[in-house]
């Protein structure tokens, strides 16, 4: 079901160090951003569902952002908590594909935008890239350990080559030794795929135990590949390339941050 992506037997082209070094450091400014008021403090206090203001959203008609009241919160206790984000694939490496629409460019565009709410909360996001330059998923752990960073998500988009049926949102995990402490991976998967597929309105298919995948495997914080939906599926693609719904990811993305770093600190 996965695209395969970060597994060790894909093809990542060689001579990639500093890639993604490079593209954090161009981050250096965004914790620099005003910090409007906090609204953040309900989040996870009870290690609630995440769902927080998405309720309204898991419509498959609705395209009304839920969080747009909430935009620019800063995370209550959070402040300067680093979180590594990893657009998945870029460069010679495209991902999934419908058309002229790669998976590359819209996790990316995507995860740019979670950067900037990161910020905007108080946090300080890591990107594996920012821009569509090849990165090393063999290194994305090291690269989150050298960083400081408390968890990773991985952000991808799936596909299923001649089944156009095929739609939803997982989130993989590993049990790997190492990948998180009392607060593991799979904690960490719950509360994404719970507020990402709020924000999607398209299949819940759960979340997915995967050993097999490096980016997953080699982790020593809580890390998870969240696959938004399918580019192969009419419904999920456009919702992809939907101002609204990527909004909606966005925010479902953040709010999943915040309520595991805050379910981390208990
Ligand atoms: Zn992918």
């Not at 009304?64 to 590594?84: I, N, Q, S």
């Not at 050298?146 to 089944?163: A, K, Q, Y």
Request: hydrophobic share 35%; glycine share 16%.
């Amino acid at each position: 079901m996965a695209d395969g992506s970060g597994d060790a037997s894909g093809g990542a082209p060689d001579g990639l160090p500093g890639d993604g070094s490079a593209g954090a450091e161009s981050l250096s400014g965004w914790d620099d951003t005003p910090i409007p008021t906090p609204d953040e403090e309900s989040l996870g206090a009870e290690g609630s569902s995440g769902a927080t203001g998405l309720t309204a959203t898991d419509s498959e008609g609705s395209v009304t952002p839920a969080h747009a009241t909430g935009g620019g919160g800063k995370a209550d206790g959070l402040e300067g908590a680093r979180v590594f984000i990893d657009p998945g694939h870029g460069g010679n490496d495209w991902g999934t594909c419908y058309g002229l629409t790669y998976e590359k460019h819209v996790v990316l565009e995507i995860a740019l935008r979670l950067g900037e709410r990161l910020a905007e909360g108080g946090l300080v996001p890591c990107l594996s890239r920012t821009e569509d330059v090849d990165v090393d998923y063999l290194k994305i752990a090291d690269m989150a350990n050298e960083r400081g960073c408390e968890l990773t998500l991985s952000i991808h988009i799936n596909s299923m080559p001649g089944n156009p049926d095929y739609r939803g949102t997982e989130t993989l995990y590993s049990n790997g030794a190492g990948a998180g402490g009392s607060f593991t991976s799979k904690d960490l998967a719950s509360i994404v795929q719970s507020n990402v597929h709020a924000a999607m309105g398209s299949y819940d298919i759960g979340i997915i135990e995967r050993e097999g995948l490096a980016v997953l495997r080699l982790a020593t914080i809580p890390t998870v590949i969240v696959e938004l939906g399918f580019m192969t599926h009419e419904g999920d693609r456009g919702k992809l390339l939907s101002e609204e719904y990527r909004a909606m990811i966005v925010e479902a993305l953040y709010d999943s941050v915040v309520e595991a770093l805050v379910r981390m600190r208990v």
